[in-house]
């Protein structure tokens, strides 16, 4: 990846993270939206000039360092905590509240707009957050996430153990039959091939999500909706069958 390129795609992160569109852009540095949009495009030779950039830069509140110091630690993004860091998101319910906001691209006025936290409280969570490299407070307490696209929590640890064991029973109480809401489940037997493409199936409609979710992040907060979506998949017989096995 050029510097240049780097310096786009930091841009571009920025013009979500502060819902700002093309057209936004366009009418600043009075080009067509459609000439914004092959500036950007990855498929585009078209040259964009260091004047531009930093243009670009201005419009969202950076200067070309800072600009740059962005694009340099978009690098050194972590792709998942260690198990203190999140032990210390799961003894905390208003931390791990304001850390899954964060994820999910809230602003610090979103967060104490909708939740019952002080502006005071807000602000200590979130420096604990940046204590914890989850993020990086800026000034005006502006959130810069500090995890890449495919970030997860560890496999069996405290968070995926926490979530298991409060918010999974309250996630399956609903009888899934509004718009928003579905509910689907098989049940047959598979040979290991076909299993295994299943899997990868599931691999494929994660990626979807993750793609929407990033899509979404150009609509305000008030259009988008928290959707939970719970893929799971593993060898299994009721226990009910279990126990009338043969011995």
């Known amino acids: 990846m050029t510097e240049i390129t780097q310096l786009l795609e930091t841009i571009k992160y920025q013009l979500k993270q502060q819902n700002k569109t093309y057209r936004d852009v366009a009418e600043h540095v009075d080009l067509s939206e459609a000439s914004i949009k092959r500036m950007f495009s990855s498929s585009s030779d078209a040259p964009v000039t260091l004047e531009r950039i930093v243009q670009l830069a201005h419009f ?7 600009l740059t110091q962005e694009a340099s630690l978009a690098q050194a993004q972590i792709k998942t905590l260690t198990s203190e ?6 003894k905390d319910e ?3 509240l304001v850390a899954v906001c964060a994820i999910n691209h809230w602003s610090m006025t979103d967060i104490i707009s909708v939740y019952q ?14 204590q914890l490299r989850l993020i990086t407070l800026l ?12 970030f997860d929590w560890i496999p069996d640890g405290p968070i995926r153990n926490y979530f298991r064991e409060q918010a999974m029973p309250d996630f399956l109480d609903a009888r899934f039959h509004h718009d928003m809401e579905s509910f689907h489940f098989s049940h ?17 409609l994660k990626r979807k ?15 988008r909706h928290g959707i939970g979506l719970l893929m799971a998949m593993r060898p299994w017989e009721p226990a009910m069958f279990s126990r009338l096995r043969k011995k």
């Open 60 to 66: 969202l509140g950076f200067s070309l360092a800072e």
């Open 85 to 90: 860091q999140e032990r210390e998101l799961v």
């Open 94 to 96: 208003q931390l791990l």
């Open 117 to 130: 936290l002080s502006d005071t409280e807000c602000l200590k969570k979130l420096l604990k957050l940046d």
């Open 139 to 150: 000034p005006g307490n502006r959130i810069r996430l500090n995890i890449s696209r495919d």
């Open 188 to 204: 047959g037997m598979l040979t290991d091939v076909a299993a295994q493409k299943i899997q990868t199936e599931l691999r494929l």
């Open 209 to 223: 999500f993750a793609e929407l979710h990033a899509e979404s992040l150009q609509s305000p907060l008030k259009k």
